[in-house]
């Protein structure tokens, strides 16, 4: 049942990157999708608890539900604005390697333990983000576009590092995943609420795109959660993040035609290989 999480997680992280993308190009802004996401996340999810007995809501769920999910609505407002500067796939692949920073935590704070091929793993990841920002030419330019993605990416890789280290709280401290799930996602909407105010103009047009980002991302994070209540997080975030790596770049090249150079192509190889070592393991 383990690995049936973690594949949906794969498909519902990669459902949410391919909209946001498709978004894009017909005009939808990286706002107007953010805040419909978390809005109707937060809405689906309140309906939930409202027709199931509710869970005890203790301080301890209230504070890792919404830190965590103020990082993540500022994380995929980010992403959204990134993959309009720049290449779908490295936006992608940079974004999701993020998986390295709740392992992180998981073994300095939670005492999880870190496996040498782990380590192996992570290494090779590091190498490849810094390949295919390379190969992406981010680091040519302060004023230049590709400049401007790669700190947005950067960015956001930092910040979305936050609902996964709250992901592993919430199945550490065996707290209720329905309460964390509507919390986070009404942190999310709060925190979007100044940058929208400011805006004051929204396009219906993004709704049906918000819906869907939405589904996507709720499985997502259930499952995420109901993985790590199974595996150790060296496993699920390495695997669940790192598997829409594979996807996206196979969306990138044959839906959005997009190139990959050979130092980049270079990078995907070790990035990958990072996961095949880490996941051999289990």
């Not at 973690?6 to 706002?31: C, D, E, M, Q, Y």
């Not at 929204?202 to 709720?218: D, E, H, M, R």
């Not at 190889?269 to 393991?281: E, M, Q, S």
Request: aromatic share 14%; proline share 4%.
């Amino acid at each position: 049942m383990g690995w049936l999480y973690v594949l949906i997680t794969i498909l519902g992280i990669t459902t949410v990157a391919f909209v946001a993308k498709i978004a894009s190009r017909n005009n939808i802004s990286a706002l107007d999708l953010t805040s419909t996401l978390f809005t109707i996340s937060a809405l689906l999810c309140l309906g939930l608890l409202a027709f199931n007995p509710v869970p005890l809501v203790t301080g301890r769920i209230i504070l890792i539900s919404f830190i965590p999910g103020a990082c993540g609505g500022i994380a995929v407002l980010l992403f959204n604005y990134a993959i309009r500067l720049g290449h779908f796939g490295f936006s992608n692949t940079i974004y999701r390697t993020s998986f390295i920073l709740p392992i992180i935590f998981s073994v300095l704070l939670l005492a999880e333990p870190l496996h040498s091929s782990a380590k192996t793993g992570i290494t090779l990841t590091l190498l490849a983000i810094f390949l295919i920002s390379y190969s992406n030419e981010a680091f040519f330019g302060i004023k230049s576009s590709a400049f401007k993605w790669f700190l947005l990416i950067l960015l956001s890789f930092f910040l979305s590092g936050g609902p996964r280290i709250g992901q592993k709280l919430v199945a550490y401290y065996k707290e209720s995943t329905a309460v964390y799930l509507f919390l986070s996602y009404l942190a999310g909407v709060l925190v979007l609420l100044p940058v929208y105010f400011k805006t004051r103009s929204y396009s219906k047009k993004a709704l049906p795109y918000g819906l869907i980002a939405a589904l996507g991302s709720i499985a997502g994070v259930y499952c995420t959660i109901s993985a790590l209540r199974i595996f150790p997080s060296s496993v699920v975030f390495t695997v669940t993040l790192s598997g829409p790596i594979i996807l996206g770049l196979i969306l990138s090249l044959a839906v959005f035609k997009e190139k990959i150079k050979a130092l980049g192509w270079l990078g995907i190889v070790l990035g990958l290989a990072g996961i095949r070592i880490i996941y051999l393991k289990y």
